[in-house]
């Protein structure tokens, strides 16, 4: 009797096993429709406490703002904005660094890209993209280029920049010596409330799939 019951206890374990394959969730599929609300439409951004460009040296800046236009998009990563415009710093409030205070003339436009969605948050998580911006300090000058991990969050309408090493670059830099060489890093951070221009309404963003 042992080869019969053996027999029978390792079909009925491999059936087991393709049940179990065929109710197992499938995994996440990237999204690949990403609905914009409203679109298209035209949006201003503001910060949310200081932004910090950290460049060996932490430049900051306690005012920043930025506009642009937004859109529903298609693929994955997806274009889901540009931003047309962004501003560090004012003549009243400058941004500051041990190198004195700083301007930051920015090339755009940038834009905003989604690659990945949870419903469950309503985040987005992307980057900042095309980002290039010339930086004075004094008599170091130097170019910033590459892109920025970003998230947006549907409930608060918050783009939260937080870049990592390695995604932005120095492209050329003069009169700063050691301190900032074509080999830096740089990293940006900081947040900025997102709103439909004129308004008081937070955009959303959800990614779908067809």
């Not at 930086?135 to 937080?162: E, M, P």
């Amino acid at each position: 009797m042992k080869k019969p019951l053996t027999r029978i206890a390792v079909v009925a374990g491999a059936g087991a096993a393709a049940f179990a394959m065929a109710v197992a969730p499938a995994s996440a599929v990237p999204s690949t429709v990403w609905t914009v609300t409203p679109s298209p439409a035209n949006f201003t951004a503001t910060n949310v406490g200081n932004i910090v460009l950290t460049a060996n040296i932490p430049m900051t800046c306690t005012t920043s703002s930025a506009s642009g236009t937004m859109a529903s998009a298609t693929g994955n990563p997806a274009t889901v904005a540009n931003i047309n415009a962004i501003n560090f710093g004012t003549s009243g409030a400058p941004c500051t660094s041990i190198l004195g205070n700083i301007t930051t003339t920015s090339i755009t436009p940038w834009t905003v890209v989604a690659q990945d969605y949870t419903a469950s948050t309503g985040v987005t998580k992307g980057y900042v993209g095309n980002v290039k911006a010339n930086v004075t300090a004094g008599a170091c000058a130097f170019t910033v280029q590459g892109k920025a991990s970003a998230t947006y969050t549907n409930s608060t309408g918050v783009l939260a920049v937080n870049s990592v090493s390695g995604e932005l670059s120095v492209t050329a830099a003069s009169g700063c010596g050691t301190l900032v060489t074509t080999a830096t890093k740089p990293t940006f951070k900081g947040n900025y409330a997102v709103k439909v221009t004129g308004t008081s309404t937070i955009p959303t963003i959800v990614g779908s799939n067809p």
